[in-house]
């Protein structure tokens, strides 16, 4: 007889509302071997809630690297395993990373079980362009960090999206405002499909001064949707021996240094050659 290998499925859970979670993902969870949590008891709610009486192990960032080829040696066994997360789909801004590769690595099936997930959920009622986006994840928590990374995304083109921690809301927000400016469009989506559900979308300027102004706007978890910068158009295109002298500069000095020196060199504006050197260094 020929030994089969088992399948690792990677299920997406409520992210609130726990009619979210669809008959196949029920189907699995009660099939499978084994389930891998971020959070037993977290899940364990949720397992309950539905009838699930199915094991489960825990896998989280602490100590995914060493569970994961233990895991692994089962599916290669002939266990089925289902890999879950605390809310939404596994591996957005969640464990599972290093458990999937190694899983694909030897050859076990990886099978995903889609469901919710709350940037695309955000997305998807934001009234932000949507044909092309970037997720940033979460940003640096210390302010330094977290600036530098917004600088950095001053440029961007596409809509963006970041999650962030309900107690750092409204310092991110203020340091969108004061990096992007006030009539940058912004969509805070909190607490997705749960009670007290908010998606609120406004100029910066406008966002910041709702969010301080209400203490339950800064709690629960948080989604940010943000505009992305306007295009330029063909008339204010740089003349290319402008931008010759910044590429040569780019080439010994740090962002914000080449562009100072293109500006005093071509005359032209800082701020302007800043963003299209950032645009060339990301």
Known sequence: MVATTGTLYVVATPIGNLQDLTPRALEVLNSVNLI???DTRH???????????TPTTA???????G???????RMLAGEDLALISD???PLISDPGFHLVRMAREAGVRVCPVPGACALIAGLSAAGLPSDRFAFEGFLPAKTHG???????LVAEQRTWMIYEAP???LECLEDLLDLLGSERQVVLARELTKTFETIKGAPLVELVQWVRADADQQRGECVLIIEGAAQSVDSDALDPAAERV???LLTELPVKQAAALAAQITGLKKNRLYQLALQKTA
């Open 87 to 89: 809310a939404g789909t």
């Open 59 to 65: 896998c989280h960032d602490h100590n995914e690297r």
């Open 67 to 73: 569970k994961s080829l233990r895991l692994v040696e």
């Open 246 to 248: 910044l590429d040569i």
């Open 43 to 53: 899940s364990g709610r949720l397992l309950q809630h539905f009838g699930v009486q």
């Open 146 to 152: 977290r600036r530098q990374r917004i600088q950095e």
């Open 167 to 169: 107690h750092r809301l």
């Open 36 to 38: 891998a949590a971020e």
